[in-house]
């Protein structure tokens, strides 16, 4: 049964009802029809995809497509298809419908972790860490329009969000173009509970938020510019550790290319400690001069 968002949490917009073994669905929604952010998909269609697997496995990659905008007014009904279970390893296929139509797909992997000696990561901390990067409503005191937006954006998405750099959005506005890189310290509000599955998901929700906007920089645009044509294509991350999403983590991220109407971007997922649990690609649409 679905429910109205009033109470929502992030904890239970990952809550699913199961159907059947390999069918699951979506238990909130709004009163009024809006597009569903992205990363609420892709999170509920990892939860689905791991309640199918047995408990000793744990995701280690997530590849989404988004093939149509949901409807936030709708829930949404997740099909799993158990592809192959292996010694090791696990594959699960989910079909994302909504309005009998197919809006989103994802190929998910699960592993038995191994433990072995042979261990290294590229890259580390390269920002302040979040206790030392101030509180949005200071370090946008001086501008409101963007404390404005950075506010709203969390109050709906469920987050807490700290900017150790000025954002793509913050310098843009400024009228000139900047490097394709931002950094963004985030954690899920709300109790999410000692599930790895669920950390997982709300890790794969938060990563969709502000990744591909990474590659507006050098052109100066952003995303809410009227005459842009913006919106994810697909989305990928790779698990290497598990981590908690309700403790500070780093999305630090680079646009890596931008033509013919898509945008790619990358970013690192680090704990607080500079350890690399994750990483991410998102390519996009990025189509200017559509209205």
Partial sequence: MSEHRNDRSIASILTLDQLDELTFRSTLTTERATRTFGGEVAGQ?????????????????????????????????????????????????????????????????????????????????????????PLPEVAFADDEEMLAWITALAEDLLVDMRFPESPTRALVRMGRPTPARQ?????????LGDDPLTHAAALTYCSDLLLLSTGLGPHARNFTDGDLQFATLDHTLWFHDATR???????????????????????????????????????????????
Avoid: K
């Fill in 183 to 191: 950094s963004l310290w985030l954690r899920a509000t709300g109790t």
């Fill in 245 to 291: 999403a309700d403790h500070w983590f780093l999305h630090d991220m680079e646009g890596l290319w931008t033509g013919r109407g898509r945008s790619l971007s990358r970013g690192s997922i680090f704990e607080q400690g500079g350890r690399l649990v994750a990483s991410t690609i998102q390519e996009g649409v990025i189509r200017p001069g559509v209205r």
């Fill in 45 to 133: 269609a990892v939860m689905a995809a791991g309640r199918t697997v047995s408990q000793d496995r744990v995701i280690h990659s997530a590849h989404c497509h988004f093939l149509r905008p949901g409807d936030s007014s709708e829930p949404v009904t997740y099909q799993v298809v158990g592809v192959r279970d292996g010694g090791s390893y696990s594959t699960r296929r989910v079909e994302a419908i909504q309005h009998g139509r197919l809006i989103f797909h994802l190929t998910a992997s699960f592993h038995v972790g191994d433990v072995t000696d042979m261990d290294h990561q590229a890259g580390s901390l390269r920002v302040a860490s979040p206790h030392e990067t």
